[in-house]
């Protein structure tokens, strides 16, 4: 019966080791997950602010470009105004040489020496004051349109240097 009890008592003894060795092997997983947790929370926080980050730049990207957008959008509306107020005075200019034309003419038709075949008669001052009026009206509408090309392009330019700038 000794040898029995003494049986038991290493079986215990085995047994309670055992448990301790149970306990110690999920105490060290346990320590060894939340190692990992922690890790895997510093990563999540860090990749989070990297990308708060990123955002935040490229808000900030977002905004530089649309501000000078908006800039040489301004900078064309100024320009395109100036350019229908200059081509307005010539406009004025222009008619003011028609009328001085109209007057030329009217002269010429009713002065007898020039009727009689001078150097510049009715005919001649007509035909170049037609002339001129011809000429005119195309160079006014030549530079109209060389106005708006070149605003527009200048436009354009500026909206790409803006926008590649980094």
Known sequence: MLGLIAQYRLLAIGLAVAALMALSAVGAWQWQ?????????????????AQ???QAQARSEEQRR??????????A???????????????????????????LKRG???NP???????AGPDTIAV???????????????????DQRGIAGAACVGAYEALSRQ
């Open 33 to 49: 997950a939340n190692a990992y947790g922690q890790q895997i929370s510093d990563i999540e926080r860090q990749h989070a602010e």
């Open 128 to 146: 170049l004051a037609d002339l001129l009026s011809e000429v005119e009206s195309a160079g006014r509408a030549m530079a109209a349109e060389a």
């Open 108 to 110: 010429a038709a009713r």
């Open 77 to 103: 509306q100024i320009e395109i105004a100036q350019a229908g107020a200059d081509a307005a005075a010539a406009d004025a200019t222009a008619d003011g040489l028609r009328v001085e034309l109209d007057r």
């Open 66 to 75: 649309q501000t000078a957008l908006e800039g040489i959008r301004e900078h």
């Open 52 to 54: 708060a980050r990123a």
């Open 113 to 119: 020496s020039l009727a009689a075949g001078g150097a």
